[in-house]
């Protein structure tokens, strides 16, 4: 069972960038979240997806970060717009892994992002 994470990487602050997680091709992701991790921090729950297509975020990112889930292509994604200083991070992403009956709580490896003053 196996989350790939990418996307991560070095922006100036307003900038943009996409977080993907990709799950084993036999699951079926159904619950989709994001966490992060800042030096020195505690990891803290960025946004979430339920398995009803419902949609959370912590008010430091809400306006700027959509969560959402293409379950086609059995991947999960982070859009982040108008990056700032203060969302440097380690991402995480975290899910629901479905296969037939049987739940599957999974963890992705991780992936910075950097944002520039």
């Known amino acids: 069972v196996q989350l790939q994470a990418s996307g991560g990487g070095l922006v100036q602050a307003g900038g943009s960038l996409r977080l993907s997680c990709a799950a084993s091709r036999r699951f079926r992701i159904s619950a989709a979240n994001w966490y992060r991790q800042a030096p020195g921090k505690q990891r803290e729950l960025v946004a979430t997806i339920s398995s009803d297509g419902s949609t959370n975020y912590a008010d430091s990112v809400k306006g700027r970060f959509t969560n959402s889930r293409d379950n086609a292509k059995n991947t999960m994604y982070l859009q982040m717009n108008d990056l700032k200083p203060e969302d440097t991070a380690v991402y995480y992403c975290?899910?629901?892994?479905?296969?037939?009956?049987?739940?599957?709580?999974?963890w992705g490896q991780g992936t910075q992002v950097t944002v520039s003053s």
């Open positions: 975290n899910a629901e892994l479905q296969f037939g009956v049987s739940v599957y709580d999974t």
